[in-house]
């Protein structure tokens, strides 16, 4: 048989197998039907890129504990789950309830809660919490990089591992691409640990290419841990001329919530390394609830109930007065669209936020391509310009804030492992509010005006980008 026979046959082969795969996903009609037009007409291109990018579900062990553990945490997260849901208004009480129905993890709390606003302010805070450390230091990013900023953080955990504090440090692969592991050799050699988070393995049968691990969590001996959309690179100082002034959020927390957030890390370097962390004195008892009722949002395409995405909706829904929005990336499927356009329609204030200087242009040509149905539907959208906004946080009325690593894109809601905390802190609420009130300010208001004005080339752009949507 000619080659050139085979070579063909063996193409629609592996589109055979593509098209089983992607039917067996059960993904949303949109992308289904994208990637099955893309596969058919080209069997080759169509098919690899699918392998590479287009798989978003994932099937994992999760961590199974010994029962006596288990009943342990089960008892006593029960017990602060109730004490955190009485310091929740009635009126809130219903939303704190559905989100941790849909995140399968109980309402906790936070002893102290405060926000970093600056990358330097993140990394001196974290630094001296490590210093600190008397049993343990775990730390996860998206991204590492070996720079001015990588170097002293690795140094500190390296420190504390000497001293006999258990340090773990969990990366994802590729995110982290650029980082070699030899990075990481002189912590080993201290009695650290670091691993990848791979989803790309082909020892352990591994070859997800499109799931990645955004999660940014710092753990410091179940007491204290910080979260948000920051990771660990000089152009998160501002240092990176490229990109400007950075602008991004972390928060730092203390009480019950390390515990829980404990048991999420734990997850995942299960995952990652096939080791437990279900000791006892990983998950210190809190006396109290805390005084910031939280509720914890962790979505992944290990969970095909989409927590992240149904979090967010729940959270539309909630809001009666304002709903104000700070992202990264926009790039909303239909259900985040639906439920931004109904939140606006009842009234309530509702913004966004979206970077103007990008790392990822097509991503936020795409996004604006929905703009002219979200300003009909009264959402007021504000484009920042003065430098690259990559912060991931909301304030919901004037009691609500939420912090994490989800943006409002596809990729967020459904194909990352996303972490995200959602904070009842009037104090905080506020205080981002008005930096948000700043930004909103210094940014350029997008109106059907503006809509209308933008060059035809540019319209064509986005026409042609927006069927992509449904594949980032």
Known sequence: MPSFTLLTLAGYVVALVAIVHLLSLRKQPAS?????????????????????????????????????FAAFRRERGNRLADRALDLVPTEDAALARVLARLNRIPPTGAATFRLLHRADDFYAA??????AARHHAHVQFFIWRDDSAGAPLRDALVAAARRGVRVRVLLDELGSVLLASAHFRELAAAGGEFSWFQTVSPLRRRFL???????????????FAFV?????????QGLDPRYGPWRDLQCELSGPVACALQENFADDWF?????????????????????????????GPDDPDQPMQRSIVAILNHAARRAWFSTGYFVPN?????????????????????????????????????????????????EYSRALNHTKAAVVDEDWLLVGSANLDNRSMRVNFELSVLVRHP??????????????????????????????????????????????
């Open 271 to 299: 995952y990652a390394t096939g080791r437990r962390v279900t000791e006892h004195c990983y998950y210190p008892e809190a006396r109290a609830p805390g005084r910031h009722p939280l509720l914890i949002l962790a979505g």
């Open 32 to 68: 289904t039907l994208a990637w099955l037009w893309g596969i058919l007409f080209l069997p080759f291109l169509g098919a690899l890129l699918y392998w590479a990018i287009g798989a978003d579900r994932l099937r994992r062990k999760r961590l199974r504990r010994r029962a006596g």
């Open 228 to 236: 948000g959309g920051m990771n660990v690179g000089r152009e998160y």
């Open 126 to 131: 974290l630094l001296a919490r490590v210093a």
């Open 334 to 382: 239909g259900v985040t669209l639906v439920a931004l356009q109904l939140c606006a329609a009842r009234g309530v204030d509702v913004r966004l936020l979206v970077t103007e200087k990008t790392d990822h242009p097509a991503l936020l040509r795409i996004g604006r391509s929905f703009y002219d149905e979200l300003l009909a539907a009264g959402v007021r959208i504000f």
């Open 427 to 472: 104090e905080a609420a506020a205080e981002f509010a008005a930096r948000l009130e700043e930004d909103f300010a210094a940014s350029a208001e997008i109106t059907a005006a503006t809509l209308a004005a933008r060059p035809r080339h540019e319209r064509v752009m986005e026409a042609a980008l927006r069927p992509f949507a449904p594949l980032l």
């Open 209 to 223: 290419f499109n799931l990645r691990n955004h999660r940014k969590v710092q753990i410091i001996d179940g007491e």
